[in-house]
């Protein structure tokens, strides 16, 4: 058979995706790039956002036409959006073959093989603990590859869904991420992102309160990592602000493959809003967790997530957001606007703020965040960086792209000695909105 699969949302959806796809290819199955060349069509959903399950639903349902031309045509969901919708889709979008929850999409090529040979629908939403043992199927790497660390989450934030269709929070063993790091970089994989939702309460065993100093398995983790021959990079998304102990900045700090850059969501820089949010912490301690970072690694960079429009939020709270992300100076920010999710605690509150109020808000703090990353790129020109070499740009065929360990995407002129996946020193020379320019040393 021939497979086409389309994932929406997070990374850990990709990741998701790439395993399903690494199962079809080793039972022979082959990947097409085009829906009219499959004989299996699979969405991988997000349901984080109103707008991904619309833009999901839309892909589906004009799949419809194609089904009527090919009537022997799968076609299956799988991931968040099917967790939380079930028979639901089913009733929906009746040219819908079968719909897989997260805790079932392990079984994805055991499904299409049954429905090739006996026709049928059906959900299937429940949790299956043995799921995460195929998080560790990859397809063809390169220079880069994900590894999922955890599952699920126990934060329960108000606004989220994540806890109700991901699952509570389990952590994969450390000697089978270990031997899945080993095996790729074997197989010439240089970087490895460690994905979670977060990922730094990794071995807590579900224990909801931050570690104690001293302990973090999280921590421990990363120095095993570190010390693999042949691994040039390691980062990881996403952690939570409270879990990062003494413990855990030190081995940041000590172990030099750790990128230094952290994804940190904030969502808001209002205590009211946090609290309403169940964030679990202040924007005075986030500012003081950014400042003992920073502290042990000065060249630290920050991204984060940010919501405006969370019902209730003044124009002063909105303010405090805006002051504190330009305090911490992030230089790189994912902004949305508000939409309440079915389920979420927040679900049940007034939506107070208008779209275009929320628009407003949106746009003022990416005018910012605009103007941040120019005056950080602009100071970068002169320095030399050291650059993971990623591959021909998508932009210039002439020039090479690189990301640094801080995470600044680099473009330069190419010699014959480039191999991606290597690391290169480059003289930068010049900045761009978004991206820097440089020679090779």
């Not at 299956?128 to 660390?149: K, R, T, V, Y």
């Not at 100093?213 to 570190?226: I, K, Q, R, V, Y």
């Not at 049940?348 to 790129?377: C, P």
Request: aromatic letters at 8%.
């Amino acid at each position: 058979m021939k497979f086409f699969i389309k994932t929406y949302g997070c990374q850990m959806n990709e990741r998701d995706s790439e395993a399903v796809g690494a199962t079809f290819i080793k039972a022979g199955h082959l990947p097409v790039d085009k829906e009219d060349d499959a004989d299996v069509l699979l969405f991988n959903t997000c349901s984080v956002r109103d707008a991904a399950e619309r833009k999901a639903k839309g892909k589906i349902g004009y799949m419809r036409k194609l089904k009527q031309r090919k009537p022997e045509l799968i076609i299956g969901v799988m991931g968040c959006m099917a967790q939380r919708l079930g028979d639901e889709l089913l009733a929906e979008l009746p040219h819908l073959d079968f719909v897989l929850g997260t805790g079932q999409i392990h079984r994805a090529l055991e499904t299409v093989t049954d429905i090739a040979a006996e026709r049928k629908r059906f959900a299937n939403v429940t949790v299956a603990p043995e799921e995460i043992d195929m998080l560790g199927e990859h397809g063809q790497n390169s220079w880069s590859a994900q590894i999922a660390i955890t599952r699920g989450c126990n934060r329960f934030c108000s606004y989220c869904i994540v806890p109700y269709v991901r699952g509570r929070e389990v952590s994969r063993s450390k000697d089978s991420i270990l031997a899945e790091a080993g095996a790729l970089v074997a197989s010439g994989v240089k970087e490895i992102l460690l994905l979670g939702q977060n990922v730094a309460a990794y071995g807590l065993n579900g224990d909801i309160r931050p570690p104690a100093d001293g302990f973090s398995p999280f921590a421990e983790l990363l120095e095993e990592l570190n010390a693999i021959p042949g691994l040039e990079r390691i980062r990881y998304t996403s952690p939570y602000v409270s879990y990062f102990n003494d413990r855990l900045i030190a081995a940041l700090a000590s172990c030099s493959k750790v990128c230094h850059n952290i994804h940190l969501p904030l969502q808001s820089g209002s205590d009211r809003i946090l609290a309403a949010m169940n964030r679990q912490y202040t924007a005075q301690s986030y500012l003081e967790k950014v400042a003992e970072l920073r502290a042990a690694i000065p060249d630290l960079t920050f991204s984060t997530d940010v919501i405006v429009g969370f019902p209730g939020e003044e124009e002063s709270d909105f303010e405090l957001t805006r002051n504190l992300m330009n305090e911490v100076g992030f230089e790189q920010a994912y902004i949305f606007k508000y939409s309440p999710r079915p389920g979420a605690k927040s679900a049940t509150l007034a939506d107070t703020v208008s779209e275009e109020e929320k628009l407003r808000r949106n746009n003022i703090l990416l005018d910012d965040l605009q103007l941040r990353i120019g005056k950080k790129l602009a100071s970068l020109v002169g320095s030399t960086q050291e650059v993971l070499c990623e591959g021909v740009s998508s932009r210039n065929e002439s020039r090479w792209t690189g990301r640094t360990g801080t995470n600044f995407v680099v473009h330069f002129e190419p010699d014959a000695s480039v191999r991606t996946g290597s690391l290169r020193q480059v003289k930068i020379t010049r900045s761009g909105k978004v991206s820097l320019f440089g020679e090779l040393c």
